[in-house]
C-alpha cells in the first residue's frame, strides 16, 4: 500500500528522483539528501509503514527480510562496518513518516 503524500512512497514508485543504492522488489535504497555522515543511505519498504512502532509480532517475517535487506544494500555499497539508525516518531527526530532505516559509516 502506498500514501499519496508521502515523498519515500514517490521515490518508492519512482515519481520522485534520487540517487539509488539498491533495490528489490520490496525495498529500496538511496543516498540521503542531507548526510549526516560521510556515506548516509536510508532503506525503505516500498510499501507505505510510518512507523517502527506500528509494526506487529504479525510482521516478524517481515521484519527479518527488512533486516537482510539492509544488509544487502550495505554490500551493495562495499561497507564492512556502519551504524543502523532507526527513529520512531518526532521527539526521536523523525522526520519523514514513512519507515526507514539510516545505513551510516563514518568512515569513507
Aim: glycine share 4%; aromatic share 10%; hydrophobic share 45%.
Amino acid at each position: 500500500m502506498m500514501n499519496e503524500n508521502c515523498i519515500f512512497c514517490k521515490i518508492a514508485q519512482g515519481s520522485l528522483p534520487a540517487q539509488i543504492a539498491w533495490s528489490d522488489d520490496h525495498f529500496l535504497a538511496f543516498h540521503d539528501i542531507h548526510p549526516k555522515a560521510p556515506l548516509h543511505v536510508l532503506v525503505i519498504p516500498k510499501m507505505h509503514i510510518s512507523q517502527l512502532s506500528d509494526l506487529t509480532a504479525q510482521d516478524s517475517t517481515w521484519l527479518g527480510e527488512y533486516m537482510l535487506a539492509i544488509n544487502k544494500a550495505a554490500k551493495r555499497l562495499n561497507l564492512n562496518h556502519y551504524k543502523v539508525q532507526f527513529n520512531n516518531g518526532i521527539e526521536s527526530g523523525q522526520e519523514i513518516f514513512h519507515l526507514h532505516a539510516h545505513l551510516l559509516q563514518y568512515l569513507a
